[in-house]
């Protein structure tokens, strides 16, 4: 199975990585995509990401907490980034309203630049969207029949939300926010209406470890190596076998991102 979505550049990996990256293989995670959030982290993440060649890739972009301190030197190099092998999508890009910290039309303005960018090196774009959904779509839509495919990533969106981005034919990033027994409810229910050809899974490492996980681990931070357990609970709510979970997002995720 495929990790979407790890953010090992984080500090909190910094005194074990090559354990952790151990650990998920062990767990039988088969491949991960390091999430680039800035250029400074996207930077890192491809170069981390080259060090596991064939099993990990990176995106590049940025996260729209950064969008402020966002300059044309700064989508240049992400451009220039895009360009190496390892990186597979531009993002993690899109809009957070929830917690603004960057003012809103500058958050805007660089989610509509990368997803240009995206366009022009037909990329796919890994997205991020936290109470913003109707603006964040008006400014996606039109460049949906521009890019060769989209994720949403870490959806926890309302009903609406997932019914549209369905329409709009977003492959859909499920993390261990379902395994959360009092914020999960809602994306325990979303996650059977998820065609087997749109979903995808992630753990958001070193955030939203499984609160189900037992016995409890003694650390809070959250590690690939507990995607199978994410796996395990998509089954289980969708019904299916966990061999066709895993079957469906590693189809899923070597199609939208190209990799193999």
């Given at each position: 199975m495929i990790d979407i979505g790890v953010n090992l550049t984080s500090s909190r990996f910094d005194k074990d990585r090559?354990?952790?990256?151990a650990h998920a293989q062990q767990a039988g995670v088969s491949g991960m995509i390091f999430t680039g959030t800035n250029v400074e982290e996207?930077?890192?993440?491809?170069?981390?990401a080259a060090r596991y060649p064939g099993y990990a890739y990176a995106t590049a972009g940025v996260h729209p907490h950064d969008a402020k301190s966002v300059d044309p030197a700064?989508?240049?190099?992400?451009r220039q980034l895009a360009q190496r092998a390892e990186v597979v999508a531009i993002g993690e890009c899109g809009l957070d309203f929830n917690r603004d910290f960057s003012p809103r039309p500058q958050q805007e303005a660089v989610f509509e630049a990368q997803l240009a960018l995206a366009?022009?090196?037909?990329?796919?774009?890994?997205?991020?969207?936290r109470e913003a959904h109707d603006r964040w779509l008006a400014i996606l839509r039109p460049w949906l029949d521009k890019l060769p495919a989209a994720v949403l990533h870490c959806f926890t969106g309302e009903d609406q939300a997932l019914r549209d981005c369905l329409d709009a034919g977003l492959y859909i990033g499920v993390t261990g926010w379902l395994c959360d027994e009092r914020r999960g409810q809602q994306l325990q229910q979303q996650v059977s209406w998820l065609p087997d050809d749109r979903l995808m899974i992630e753990t958001d490492a070193p955030y939203l470890q499984p609160r189900d996980l037992r016995p409890r681990p003694k650390r809070s931070r959250n590690e690939p190596k507990y995607l199978p357990h994410i796996a395990q609970a998509v089954a289980q709510l969708r019904q299916q076998p966990v061999e066709q979970i895993i079957d469906c997002t590693i189809k899923n995720t070597q199609r939208c991102f190209s990799i193999q």
């Open positions: 090559d354990e952790v990256v996207s930077q890192a993440a491809a170069d981390l700064n989508l240049t190099m992400i366009a022009e090196q037909s990329m796919p774009v890994f997205m991020h969207c």
